[in-house]
């Protein structure tokens, strides 16, 4: 009888420690073993909205669902733990019009801040220049991100074109 309940205790915490584990796969992580010099990372939404000012002369936006999917790859390990990315490609959903990311650079650093910012081509064929703020986490071994930044460019009559844009993202690395 002793031994049975022995054995049934120690099956129980041999089944028990994979769920401890799981736990601990989320807040603060290491961006440099996350992903590592030559990974390969995409910056994917979940959720993402734009705001353009309607009226100059009055405090009143309009609101739209946006989408980002942006290709980056870790170039270098900064001393202070973070990763530094050169932006590869992607686009910009915004009111069902893409805007192709060409290029750009961005950096997390120990503390999970992420900066980054870059160009792209507009629908209209105009270039825009974007740049994009936040923090990530991990949560259940997926890297979320909430971002922030604008995209905007200054068309032919010297107007400012842009838009305020927050997402919220993955950041998977292949």
Not at 1 to 12: E, K, Y
């Amino acid at each position: 009888m002793g031994a049975t309940a022995a054995l049934m205790v120690i099956l129980a915490l041999a089944l028990s420690q994979p769920l401890a584990f799981a736990d601990g796969a989320s807040g603060k992580f290491n961006p440099q073993t996350q992903f590592p010099g030559g990974t390969a990372v995409t910056f994917t939404s979940l959720n993402g909205v734009v705001a353009q000012r309607v009226n100059f002369n009055k405090p009143r936006f309009a609101q739209y669902d946006a989408a980002i999917s942006i290709m980056v790859k870790v170039e270098e390990l900064t001393r202070d733990g973070g990763i530094r990315w050169k932006v590869l490609s992607g686009t910009f959903t915004i009111k069902g019009q893409t805007y192709t990311v060409t290029g750009g650079g961005g950096l997390m650093n120990t503390f999970d801040e992420v900066g980054m910012r870059g160009e792209s081509t507009g629908p209209d064929g105009a270039d825009y220049r974007w740049r994009l703020r936040g923090f990530a986490s991990l949560h259940n071994g997926v890297v979320i991100i909430a971002l922030r930044g604008g995209i905007g460019t200054i068309q032919s009559d010297n107007a400012l074109l842009g838009y305020r844009l927050a997402f919220i993202a993955t950041m998977s690395g292949s």
